[in-house]
C-alpha cells in the first residue's frame, strides 16, 4: 500500500486525536472536565441515548476495554473466562479503578456481555449512579413505545439524581451538537469513497474512537480543522483491494493498520464505535419532541446484531459496502460474542449474492493482529484482487 | 432433511419413561409422583410423534416460552431445548446431535443445548414443527437461534420480545407481543384461541405455583423430605405442562407423599448430614451417579432458589394475558436473568436462612456464558453469610466435559468441608 | 499418641510420623508405578527413622492423587482438607496456602482457625508445574535444584504460551537464538508465565496474607520470588515444604483415634 503525506508531514489534529486515545480513560479533556466541578458518566452500547446526559450538563464517554490484549485475571475471576473479552477487559478496568472518577454509569440491556457487566458493576464497583435502559428486540411501533418509555424513565431518574431539570431546549441544542458531529464524521468517511482517499481505516478509526471520549464542542472544531487540513493536503492512500469491516466492538487501530499492511486498504467499517455509533442523525420528522425525535432515532439506528430481524442490519451492510465500492469484507467476531457469530452464515450469504467475499476472523478483543490472522488475511485479500480482475 | 426424521431419539425418549416405570415398580422406595412424572414424559413425546404422523399441528418453543398460550389453542407443545437434554439424559450420548450442529456451522461457543437442538432438527433426531416460537429467554442463544431453525426446519416463526425490567410499561409490551403472537398462531393453524380455555389453564397455573410453594415449606423440614434430584421433575413439569391437569395432580399427589413423610420424620436420605443449595443444573448425563453419591454422604438438595424458589404474585385468570406476562417475572431462573438487584440475590440470602443450608453447589456449565458470569457474585453473597459454595466446571450435556471421578473428588473434598466447620 | 500421615502424589510419596503432634519422623519417596508398594515402603521407612518396629496400633490417614483405593490405613482424606491442617500446623497465620505439585496446583484457603473456607485446583492443563519445570531444567541442561537457584535478573524472556508443549518450543528458540538469551533470562521467564497462570488460580479464592507456599516446587527459591514479586508481599515457606499435606493427613488421625471414630 503506498501513502503520500503532503509536504508539512503528519497530521497535526490527528495526532491530538491519537494522544487522547493513548491517555484514555484519564485523557487531559476528561480531567480538566471534572476539574471544573462537572460531571462524567460512563456509557456502554449505542443503544443508550448520550443527548439526555449531553442535554444535564454531563460529559458522556464510552466505557471500552484496554486499547491492547491484556491478562484479564481480574475479569476472569468475576465474569468467568467464557464471557467475551471485551466485557471483561471494561470490568477488569473498572474494577482496577480506572473509571474511578464516573459520576455515573448507564447502559442498555442489549446482550449478555453488556447485561452481566452491568450486574457485577453494580455489585463490585462504587459508582454514584447506574442506570440500565431496557432496549426492545423489534422495530416495531409498539417497541417504539417502549423505548420511549424507558428513555423517558431514563431522564427522570437522572433528573431526581442530579436535582434538576432537563428542558426541551437543551435537549434540542445537545441534538443539534451530535448531529453536527456525526455530519461531520459522515463527511469524513465520504472522503474515503474515493479511489485514492486522503485517509486510511487505521487513521479514521483514531477519530471515531476519540468522538466518543471527549467534549462534542471540542471534538467537532478539531474534526472540523483536520477536514481542512485534508482538503489542503495532497495525501492519498491506495490499496490492492477496497476492504470494509464489520463486526462487534473494535477499539485497537492497531489492528486496522495490521490489515491495511497486507494490502487492503479498509474504506468504511460497520462497528459499535464507528458507524453503528454515529451512522443516523435524529430528525424531527413527525414530532416537534426532542424526546420523541430522538429516541426514534437511537432505536431505528444502524442495528447491532441483537436486533430482529436479522435482514435489517445486512441490508444496511451491503448498502454501504456497495456504496464505497468495497471489493471485500472482513468480519471481526470477539470470541464468545453471541450475537454477531449468529449472524455469520446469513451475512455471508447475503454478500456473496452481490458478489462480495467475505472473510470471518475470530478475534480477542484488544488485538493487534497474530500470525495466525496474517495468513489468512493476505490469502482473502490475494483471492479477492484475483477476482477483481 | 426429513420433516418427521426417524422420530428415533425421541422414541427412545418414550422407551426409556416406560423401562424406568418398570424399574420403579421394582423399588419399594418408588413414589406414585414419581410413577405419574415418567408417564407424563412419555404421553408429551408421545403426543408430539402423533401429531407429526396424524398431521397434527406441532408448535416448536425455547424455554420458558408460554406454552399455556400453545395448549389454549389445542396445538401440540414441544419444548426444543427438554426434548435435547432428555435425549442426552436417556441415550447417554448427544455427540451425534452435537456433530450435526457443527456441520450447520454453529461456533463451538454456542451452548450444547442450543447446539443440539438444531443439530437435532437438521439430523432428524427431532421432528420438525410446523412453526417455531422462540424469545430472547434466557440469553442471546436462544434470542438468535430462531432464524437458523426457521431455515432448517422450513416453517415460519415468532420471535417473542421479553423486556429487562418489570415496569408497567414493559409488561404492557410484553402482552402486546403475546397478543401479536396469537394472532400469529391463529393465522398458521387456522385454529381460534379460547379465550376461555386459557383462563382455566391460567386458574390453574395458579394454583400449580402455589402447590409448588407448599411443597418447597415441606422441604424446609429437618430431615428434608423431597428425594435428591427431585426437582429436576418440578422444573420439567414446569417447562412441559403449565396450567394442565396432569401438573396439577402430580403435584398434588408429591405434596400428599411429602407431608406424609414430614408427619413420620423420614428424610430423603437415610441419615441427612449436608444440606445443600443447588444453583444450577446438574450434569445430564450424571444425574444417576449425583444420586448415589447424595445417599451415600448424606447430602441433599433441599431448595434451588432459581429453579423451585418462586417469587411473589398470583395470577388472575380474568386477565389471562397480562397473567402469562406476569408469570414470566415470577419463574424462579428469569429472576437471574436480571437485572441482579437486591431482590435476586436476596433471593440466595432468603433461602439459605429459611431452609438452614449448610453450603451450595453452582454447576458451571461452561457453554452458559449468562451464568457463569454470577458465579463470584453468588459465592461471594453466600460467603458473606458463612456458607460456602463449590463450583463445579461442566456442560449439562457434552460428557466429555467433566468425568464423575473428578465431580466426586470435588464434592468429597466439599463435604469434607462442610465437615470440618 | 502415634499416628501416620501418607500422601501419595503423581510424583512422590511423603510419609510423616508424629506423635503427640511433633514431627518424630519423614520420608520422601519416588512415587513409581506401584502406588501401594511405594506407600507401604515409604511407611516403613518412616517407622524405622522413627524407631517404631511394628505398624501396629499406628492409626494412618492418607491423601493424595494416588490415596484412592489404598488397601491399608483407617481413611483417606482430600488433599485440600490435608493442606490446611498442614498449613496451619507450621504457620497459624495463614490465610491462604498455594501448593506447587509436579501435576496439579492447588490454592486453598483457610480461616483463623485453622479450618478449609475455600479451595481451588488447577488440574485442566496436561502438565503441572513440577513436571514442566523439570523439562525445563532438562532444556536448560542442568538439575532442578541448580535452576532453582539462579539469580532472577531485572529482565525476564517472554515467554508467552501457558502451555508446557508450545512453551517449550519457545524455549529452545531462546537457547538457539544468535546470541542466545541469557539462561537466567530464560528461566525467569519461564517463571513469569508460570506464576501468571497461578495468579488466576489465586484470585479464585482471593489473595489474603499470610501466603504459606508448599510442595516440592516451592524448594526452588528463583519461582518463590517470582511469586512474591506479582503478589507484592514474602511469602512464607516451611523448610520441608514437601510434606505440608502428610502432616495435616497425620493431624487429622490424631484428632480422629482420639475420637474413637474410624472411618
Given at each position: 500500500?503506498?501513502?503520500?503525506?503532503?509536504?508539512?508531514?503528519?497530521?497535526?489534529?490527528?495526532?491530538?486525536?491519537?494522544?487522547?486515545?493513548?491517555?484514555?480513560?484519564?485523557?487531559?479533556?476528561?480531567?480538566?472536565?471534572?476539574?471544573?466541578?462537572?460531571?462524567?458518566?460512563?456509557?456502554?452500547?449505542?443503544?443508550?441515548?448520550?443527548?439526555?446526559?449531553?442535554?444535564?450538563?454531563?460529559?458522556?464517554?464510552?466505557?471500552?476495554?484496554?486499547?491492547?490484549?491484556?491478562?484479564?485475571?481480574?475479569?476472569?475471576?468475576?465474569?468467568?473466562?467464557?464471557?467475551?473479552?471485551?466485557?471483561?477487559?471494561?470490568?477488569?478496568?473498572?474494577?482496577?479503578?480506572?473509571?474511578?472518577?464516573?459520576?455515573?454509569?448507564?447502559?442498555?440491556?442489549?446482550?449478555?456481555?453488556?447485561?452481566?457487566?452491568?450486574?457485577?458493576?453494580?455489585?463490585?464497583?462504587?459508582?454514584?449512579?447506574?442506570?440500565?435502559?431496557?432496549?426492545?428486540?423489534?422495530?416495531?411501533?409498539?417497541?417504539?413505545?417502549?423505548?420511549?418509555?424507558?428513555?423517558?424513565?431514563?431522564?427522570?431518574?437522572?433528573?431526581?439524581?442530579?436535582?434538576?431539570?432537563?428542558?426541551?431546549?437543551?435537549?434540542?441544542?445537545?441534538?443539534?451538537?451530535?448531529?453536527?458531529?456525526?455530519?461531520?464524521?459522515?463527511?469524513?468517511?465520504?472522503?474515503?469513497?474515493?479511489?485514492?482517499?486522503?485517509?486510511?481505516?487505521a487513521e479514521t478509526m483514531e477519530v471515531s474512537n476519540a468522538s466518543f471520549r471527549m467534549p462534542k464542542e471540542m471534538f467537532n472544531d478539531w474534526l472540523k480543522e483536520l477536514l481542512n487540513e485534508l482538503k489542503s493536503s495532497d495525501r492519498?492512500?491506495?490499496?490492492?483491494?477496497?476492504?470494509?469491516?464489520?463486526?462487534?466492538?473494535?477499539?485497537?487501530?492497531?489492528?486496522?493498520?495490521?490489515?491495511?499492511?497486507?494490502?487492503?486498504?479498509?474504506?468504511?467499517?460497520?462497528?459499535?464505535?464507528?458507524?453503528?455509533?454515529?451512522?443516523?442523525?435524529?430528525?424531527?420528522?413527525?414530532?416537534?419532541?426532542?424526546?420523541?425525535?430522538?429516541?426514534?432515532?437511537?432505536?431505528?439506528?444502524?442495528?447491532?446484531?441483537?436486533?430482529?430481524?436479522?435482514?435489517?442490519?445486512?441490508?444496511?451492510?451491503?448498502?454501504?459496502?456497495?456504496?464505497f465500492k468495497v471489493d471485500g469484507v472482513i468480519s471481526e467476531t470477539i470470541r464468545y460474542c453471541v450475537p454477531y457469530a449468529h449472524d455469520l452464515p446469513l451475512l455471508e450469504k447475503r454478500l456473496g449474492e452481490h458478489g462480495i467475499p467475505?472473510?470471518?476472523?475470530?478475534?480477542?478483543?484488544?488485538?493487534?493482529?497474530?500470525?495466525?490472522?496474517?495468513?489468512?488475511?493476505?490469502?482473502?485479500?490475494?483471492?479477492?484482487?484475483?477476482?477483481?480482475? | 432433511?426429513?420433516?418427521?426424521?426417524?422420530?428415533?431419539?425421541?422414541?427412545?425418549?418414550?422407551?426409556?419413561?416406560?423401562?424406568?416405570?418398570?424399574?420403579?415398580?421394582?423399588?419399594?422406595?418408588?413414589?406414585?409422583?414419581?410413577?405419574?412424572?415418567?408417564?407424563?414424559?412419555?404421553?408429551?413425546?408421545?403426543?408430539?410423534?402423533?401429531?407429526?404422523?396424524?398431521?397434527?399441528?406441532?408448535?416448536?418453543?425455547?424455554?420458558?416460552?408460554?406454552?399455556?398460550?400453545?395448549?389454549?389453542?389445542?396445538?401440540?407443545?414441544?419444548?426444543?431445548?427438554?426434548?435435547?437434554?432428555?435425549?442426552?439424559?436417556?441415550?447417554?450420548?448427544?455427540?451425534?446431535?452435537?456433530?450435526?450442529?457443527?456441520?450447520?456451522?454453529?461456533?463451538?461457543?454456542?451452548?450444547?443445548?442450543?447446539?443440539?437442538?438444531?443439530?437435532?432438527?437438521?439430523?432428524?433426531?427431532?421432528?420438525?414443527?410446523?412453526?417455531?416460537?422462540?424469545?430472547?429467554?434466557?440469553?442471546?442463544?436462544?434470542?438468535?437461534?430462531?432464524?437458523?431453525?426457521?431455515?432448517?426446519?422450513?416453517?415460519?416463526?415468532?420471535?417473542?420480545?421479553?423486556?429487562?425490567?418489570?415496569?408497567?410499561?414493559?409488561?404492557?409490551?410484553?402482552?402486546?407481543?403475546?397478543?401479536?403472537?396469537?394472532?400469529?398462531?391463529?393465522?398458521?393453524?387456522?385454529?381460534?384461541?379460547?379465550?376461555?380455555?386459557?383462563?382455566?389453564?391460567?386458574?390453574?397455573?395458579?394454583?400449580?405455583?402455589?402447590?409448588?410453594?407448599?411443597?418447597?415449606?415441606?422441604?424446609?423440614?429437618?430431615?428434608?423430605?423431597?428425594?435428591?434430584?427431585?426437582?429436576?421433575?418440578?422444573?420439567?413439569?414446569?417447562?412441559?405442562?403449565?396450567?394442565?391437569?396432569?401438573?396439577?395432580?402430580?403435584?398434588?399427589?408429591?405434596?400428599?407423599?411429602?407431608?406424609?413423610?414430614?408427619?413420620?420424620?423420614?428424610?430423603?436420605?437415610?441419615?441427612?448430614?449436608?444440606?445443600?443449595?443447588?444453583?444450577?443444573?446438574?450434569?445430564?448425563?450424571?444425574?444417576?451417579?449425583?444420586?448415589?453419591?447424595?445417599?451415600?454422604?448424606?447430602?441433599?438438595?433441599?431448595?434451588?432458589?432459581?429453579?423451585?424458589?418462586?417469587?411473589?404474585?398470583?395470577?388472575?385468570?380474568?386477565?389471562?394475558?397480562?397473567?402469562?406476562?406476569?408469570?414470566?417475572?415470577?419463574?424462579?431462573?428469569?429472576?437471574?436473568?436480571?437485572?441482579?438487584?437486591?431482590?435476586?440475590?436476596?433471593?440466595?440470602?432468603?433461602?439459605?436462612?429459611?431452609?438452614?443450608?449448610?453450603?451450595?453447589?453452582?454447576?458451571?456449565?461452561?457453554?452458559?456464558?449468562?451464568?457463569?458470569?454470577?458465579?463470584?457474585?453468588?459465592?461471594?453473597?453466600?460467603?458473606?453469610?458463612?456458607?460456602?459454595?463449590?463450583?463445579?466446571?461442566?456442560?449439562?450435556?457434552?460428557?466429555?466435559?467433566?468425568?464423575?471421578?473428578?465431580?466426586?473428588?470435588?464434592?468429597?473434598?466439599?463435604?469434607?468441608?462442610?465437615?470440618?466447620? | 499418641?502415634?499416628?501416620?500421615?501418607?500422601?501419595?502424589?503423581?510424583?512422590?510419596?511423603?510419609?510423616?510420623?508424629?506423635?503427640?503432634?511433633?514431627?518424630?519422623?519423614?520420608?520422601?519417596?519416588?512415587?513409581?508405578?506401584?502406588?501401594?508398594?511405594?506407600?507401604?515402603?515409604?511407611?516403613?521407612?518412616?517407622?524405622?527413622?522413627?524407631?517404631?518396629?511394628?505398624?501396629?496400633?499406628?492409626?494412618?490417614?492418607?491423601?493424595?492423587?494416588?490415596?484412592?483405593?489404598?488397601?491399608?490405613?483407617?481413611?483417606?482424606?482430600?488433599?485440600?482438607?490435608?493442606?490446611a491442617r498442614g498449613a496451619f500446623y507450621f504457620f497459624p497465620s495463614v490465610r491462604v496456602v498455594i501448593d506447587l505439585g509436579a501435576e496439579t496446583s492447588t490454592v486453598v484457603k483457610v480461616n483463623e482457625r485453622g479450618r478449609l473456607i475455600?479451595?481451588?485446583?488447577?488440574?485442566?492443563?496436561?502438565?503441572?508445574?513440577?513436571?514442566?519445570?523439570?523439562?525445563?531444567?532438562?532444556?536448560?541442561?542442568?538439575?532442578?535444584?541448580?535452576?532453582?537457584?539462579?539469580?532472577?535478573?531485572?529482565?525476564?524472556?517472554?515467554?508467552?504460551?501457558?502451555?508446557?508443549?508450545?512453551?517449550?518450543?519457545?524455549?529452545?528458540?531462546?537457547?538457539?537464538?544468535?546470541?542466545?538469551?541469557?539462561?537466567?533470562?530464560?528461566?525467569?521467564?519461564?517463571?513469569?508465565?508460570?506464576?501468571?497462570?497461578?495468579?488466576?488460580?489465586?484470585?479464585?479464592?482471593?489473595?489474603?496474607?499470610?501466603?504459606?507456599?508448599?510442595?516440592?516446587?516451592?524448594?526452588?527459591?528463583?519461582?518463590?520470588?517470582?511469586?512474591?514479586?506479582?503478589?507484592?508481599?514474602?511469602?512464607?515457606?516451611?523448610?520441608?515444604?514437601?510434606?505440608?499435606?502428610?502432616?495435616?493427613?497425620?493431624?487429622?488421625?490424631?484428632?480422629?483415634?482420639?475420637?474413637?471414630?474410624?472411618?
Open positions: 500500500m503506498t501513502e503520500q503525506h503532503d509536504q508539512a508531514g503528519k497530521l497535526v489534529v490527528l495526532e491530538r486525536f491519537r494522544q487522547v486515545n493513548r491517555s484514555f480513560p484519564k485523557t487531559k479533556e476528561i480531567m480538566e472536565w471534572r476539574g471544573s466541578g462537572r460531571k462524567v458518566f460512563g456509557w456502554l452500547c449505542t443503544y443508550v441515548p448520550e443527548e439526555i446526559m449531553h442535554a444535564a450538563g454531563i460529559l458522556p464517554v464510552r466505557i471500552v476495554g484496554y486499547s491492547r490484549e491484556v491478562d484479564l485475571d481480574d475479569g476472569n475471576a468475576y465474569m468467568y473466562v467464557n464471557n467475551c473479552s471485551f466485557a471483561r477487559s471494561c470490568l477488569q478496568m473498572g474494577l482496577r479503578g480506572e473509571y474511578d472518577f464516573l459520576d455515573g454509569v448507564v447502559g442498555g440491556s442489549t446482550c449478555d456481555g453488556a447485561r452481566r457487566l452491568f450486574d457485577l458493576w453494580r455489585s463490585y464497583i462504587k459508582t454514584p449512579f447506574h442506570h440500565v435502559v431496557t432496549v426492545p428486540r423489534k422495530y416495531t411501533e409498539r417497541a417504539h413505545a417502549l423505548y420511549y418509555q424507558e428513555v423517558l424513565d431514563f431522564k427522570s431518574h437522572l433528573e431526581e439524581h442530579l436535582n434538576t431539570k432537563i428542558t426541551d431546549e437543551a435537549l434540542y441544542k445537545s441534538v443539534q451538537l451530535y448531529n453536527e458531529s456525526r455530519g461531520l464524521l459522515g463527511k469524513l468517511y465520504e472522503l474515503r469513497q474515493r479511489e485514492k482517499p486522503p485517509i486510511s481505516g492519498f492512500y491506495s490499496g490492492r483491494v477496497r476492504l470494509m469491516l464489520v463486526g462487534s466492538v473494535l477499539t485497537n487501530a492497531e489492528f486496522v493498520r495490521f490489515i491495511e499492511e497486507q494490502g487492503g486498504l479498509v474504506v468504511t467499517d460497520e462497528l459499535c464505535t464507528s458507524t453503528r455509533y454515529w451512522g443516523d442523525l435524529v430528525t424531527f420528522e413527525g414530532t416537534n419532541s426532542p424526546l420523541e425525535a430522538i429516541s426514534r432515532r437511537y432505536l431505528n439506528n444502524f442495528p447491532c446484531a441483537r436486533m430482529f430481524p436479522s435482514e435489517e442490519r445486512f441490508n444496511r451492510i451491503v448498502k454501504a459496502a456497495l456504496g467475505m472473510l470471518a476472523l475470530d478475534v480477542e478483543y484488544g488485538t493487534s493482529g497474530s500470525g495466525q490472522i496474517k495468513t489468512r488475511v493476505q490469502a482473502f485479500i490475494e483471492m479477492v484482487e484475483a477476482r477483481r480482475r | 432433511m426429513n420433516s418427521t426424521g426417524s422420530g428415533n431419539k425421541l422414541g427412545s425418549v418414550i422407551r426409556a419413561c416406560r423401562l424406568i416405570r418398570r424399574m420403579l415398580r421394582a423399588d419399594p422406595e418408588a413414589r406414585q409422583s414419581q410413577f405419574m412424572y415418567y408417564q407424563m414424559l412419555e404421553d408429551y413425546f408421545t403426543r408430539v410423534l402423533r401429531a407429526k404422523e396424524e398431521d397434527g399441528f406441532v408448535v416448536g418453543h425455547t424455554v420458558f416460552f408460554p406454552a399455556e398460550i400453545i395448549y389454549a389453542m389445542g396445538l401440540v407443545p414441544m419444548h426444543t431445548e427438554t426434548a435435547t437434554w432428555t435425549m442426552a439424559l436417556f441415550t447417554g450420548d448427544c455427540s451425534d446431535i452435537l456433530a450435526s450442529g457443527a456441520r450447520l456451522g454453529m461456533a463451538q461457543e454456542i451452548c450444547t443445548p442450543h447446539r443440539g437442538l438444531t443439530g437435532a432438527f437438521a439430523s432428524g433426531a427431532l421432528p420438525h414443527p410446523e412453526v417455531m416460537l422462540w424469545s430472547n429467554m434466557v440469553c442471546d442463544n436462544t434470542a438468535k437461534s430462531g432464524e437458523l431453525i426457521m431455515e432448517v426446519c422450513n416453517c415460519p416463526g415468532f420471535f417473542l420480545d421479553r423486556p429487562f425490567k418489570r415496569s408497567q410499561h414493559e409488561i404492557a409490551y410484553l402482552v402486546s407481543e403475546l397478543e401479536d403472537m396469537v394472532h400469529f398462531l391463529e393465522e398458521r393453524s387456522g385454529k381460534k384461541m379460547d379465550w376461555d380455555k386459557l383462563s382455566e389453564i391460567v386458574a390453574r397455573m395458579d394454583r400449580q405455583i402455589e402447590l409448588v410453594r407448599q411443597i418447597n415449606e415441606l422441604r424446609k423440614n429437618v430431615p428434608t423430605p423431597f428425594r435428591p434430584q427431585g426437582f429436576l421433575e418440578l422444573l420439567t413439569v414446569d417447562y412441559l405442562f403449565p396450567g394442565q391437569p396432569e401438573a396439577l395432580e402430580y403435584l398434588e399427589t408429591l405434596y400428599r407423599e411429602l407431608n406424609e413423610a414430614v408427619k413420620v420424620g423420614k428424610g430423603a436420605v437415610k441419615q441427612e448430614r449436608f444440606r445443600l443449595m443447588t444453583l444450577f443444573i446438574p450434569p445430564m448425563y450424571l444425574m444417576g451417579f449425583l444420586d448415589r453419591i447424595s445417599r451415600e454422604y448424606g447430602a441433599v438438595s433441599v431448595i434451588e432458589p432459581f429453579f423451585t424458589f418462586w417469587g411473589e404474585g398470583r395470577l388472575d385468570p380474568s386477565h389471562p394475558l397480562e397473567s402469562v406476562a406476569r408469570k414470566s417475572y415470577m419463574i424462579p431462573e428469569m429472576r437471574m436473568y436480571g437485572p441482579l438487584d437486591d431482590r435476586a440475590l436476596g433471593a440466595i440470602v432468603n433461602c439459605a436462612e429459611e431452609y438452614k443450608i449448610d453450603g451450595a453447589i453452582y454447576y458451571a456449565d461452561v457453554g452458559c456464558r449468562h451464568s457463569c458470569a454470577t458465579i463470584k457474585l453468588f459465592k461471594d453473597t453466600l460467603a458473606d453469610i458463612g456458607v460456602p459454595m463449590l463450583v463445579v466446571d461442566c456442560d449439562v450435556v457434552d460428557a466429555t466435559v467433566t468425568s464423575e471421578e473428578e465431580v466426586s473428588e470435588k464434592l468429597q473434598q466439599f463435604f469434607e468441608l462442610l465437615e470440618d466447620r | 499418641m502415634k499416628v501416620a500421615g501418607i500422601d501419595i502424589g503423581s510424583l512422590t510419596t511423603k510419609v510423616v510420623i508424629m506423635d503427640d503432634s511433633k514431627v518424630i519422623s519423614y520420608v520422601v519417596n519416588q512415587t513409581g508405578d506401584e502406588v501401594e508398594q511405594a506407600a507401604r515402603q515409604a511407611l516403613e521407612e518412616a517407622l524405622s527413622k522413627a524407631g517404631i518396629c511394628t505398624q501396629g496400633e499406628l492409626y494412618i490417614i492418607s491423601t493424595g492423587i494416588g490415596s484412592r483405593g489404598l488397601q491399608f490405613g483407617q481413611g483417606q482424606k482430600a488433599v485440600a482438607t490435608c493442606l475455600d479451595w481451588a485446583n488447577q488440574d485442566k492443563c496436561a502438565s503441572g508445574t513440577g513436571l514442566f519445570l523439570q523439562q525445563v531444567a532438562k532444556l536448560m541442561q542442568m538439575p532442578i535444584s541448580e535452576m532453582g537457584k539462579l539469580p532472577i535478573p531485572e529482565k525476564a524472556a517472554e515467554i508467552t504460551s501457558t502451555c508446557a508443549v508450545f512453551a517449550e518450543s519457545e524455549i529452545i528458540s531462546h537457547i538457539h537464538r544468535v546470541p542466545p538469551t541469557p539462561k537466567e533470562e530464560i528461566v525467569a521467564g519461564v517463571y513469569q508465565s508460570v506464576v501468571g497462570r497461578l495468579m488466576s488460580l489465586i484470585k479464585r479464592v482471593g489473595i489474603a496474607k499470610d501466603v504459606v507456599v508448599t510442595g516440592g516446587v516451592a524448594l526452588g527459591e528463583g519461582l518463590v520470588r517470582v511469586l512474591e514479586r506479582e503478589l507484592g508481599f514474602s511469602v512464607l515457606v516451611p523448610d520441608e515444604p514437601q510434606i505440608v499435606g502428610a502432616v495435616g493427613a497425620a493431624l487429622i488421625a490424631g484428632e480422629t483415634a482420639k475420637r474413637g471414630v474410624s472411618q
